[in-house]
């Protein structure tokens, strides 16, 4: 199989099984998305979504939140993980927003990334699920099943150069979905400790148990 046909076969299955698709995380406006995304890092999408309605409650716009301290908005993040570094990236993110922006969370990647806190991978979900715009944020699932799939090469050893990989080779239609596809994919299915792949249905094609020499 070539990673054309790989390519071909794995997108025809997400398009035909999983056609609507976004985001597991709850928000109703871009600074929400912004904040849950940020909290997200290395912590459950389901753990976020039981502490963002408080958190919203009391802070719902960058301006609620730049007035208070870090601490203050601890109280309602301590139970996520690295909740110190969020809080305080929370708070100066807000600010920011505030004192640069006029309280709106910019739309492009350069001003996204000026954000305290704010990398590559919460900059590019920004765009694609509030601006709309085809970019693909790579988490650590989707790096994950990227690689195990045969979507990208070996040497393609971090998230930027995997990101690079998958636009390359992903429609620019499908690329806003996609990067849900294969997080999706990677967080109910394949799994990082114990992949579930009795319940897969790439295994006629997964070079986890096929000798696929032309990948």
């Known amino acids: 199989m070539t990673k054309k046909e790989r390519y071909t076969y794995i997108l025809g299955y997400f398009r035909e099984h999983m056609p609507v698709v976004t985001t597991e995380l709850e928000y109703a406006s871009a600074f929400q998305l912004l904040c849950a995304t940020l909290l997200s890092a290395q912590c459950t999408d389901k753990r976020i979504n039981q502490v963002t309605p408080a958190l919203f409650a009391r802070f719902p716009s960058a301006k609620e939140m730049a007035q208070v301290e870090p601490e203050d908005v601890l109280e309602y993040v301590k139970s996520v993980s690295y909740p ?18 006029g309280g709106e969370v910019p739309d492009n990647l350069d001003d996204l990334t000026k954000l305290p806190g704010v990398g590559r991978k919460t900059a590019n979900v920004m765009q694609d699920v509030w601006f709309g715009k085809a970019t693909m944020a790579v988490d650590t699932h989707v790096y994950r099943v990227s690689h195990r799939l045969g979507l990208v090469p070996k040497s393609a050893n971090t998230p930027y150069k995997v990101e690079q990989e ?9 690329i806003p979905q996609a990067h849900h596809w294969l997080l ?26 096929l000798d696929d020499s032309k990948l």
């Open 184 to 209: 999706l994919h990677g967080r109910y299915v394949c799994t990082s400790q114990r992949p579930r792949c009795a319940k897969c249905d790439f295994n006629d094609i997964c070079p986890k148990l």
């Open 166 to 174: 998958l636009v390359k080779h992903i429609p620019e239609e499908d």
């Open 84 to 101: 110190n570094s969020k809080s305080r990236h929370l708070v100066e993110m807000a600010r920011m927003l505030v004192s640069d922006f």
